[in-house]
């Protein structure tokens, strides 16, 4: 392993995290869901769309092309 990759591999975690995603509202219909992941400009492609309460508490994590 170069030392660079060795360097790497010493950083936070948060460093490499991801920092945007995509919440959803429990009481949101699926018309109102499409229209706020339209508006929210996240990088990259989508992997898991996450559910909150109105207090922005995680309910749960929906996968897109779930059924």
Avoid: C
């Avoid at 991801?18 to 509202?25: A, E, I, S």
């Avoid at 109105?54 to 092309?65: E, N, S």
């Amino acid at each position: 392993m170069d030392q660079d990759s060795e360097k790497h591999l010493q950083e936070s975690v948060l460093s490499v995290a991801r920092k945007d995603f995509n919440t959803l509202r429990k009481e949101w219909t699926v018309d109102q869901a499409l229209e706020a992941i339209r508006s929210q400009v996240v990088g990259e492609k989508i992997i898991y769309f996450y559910v909150t309460d109105d207090a922005g508490r995680l309910l749960g994590v929906v996968r897109p092309g779930a059924s």
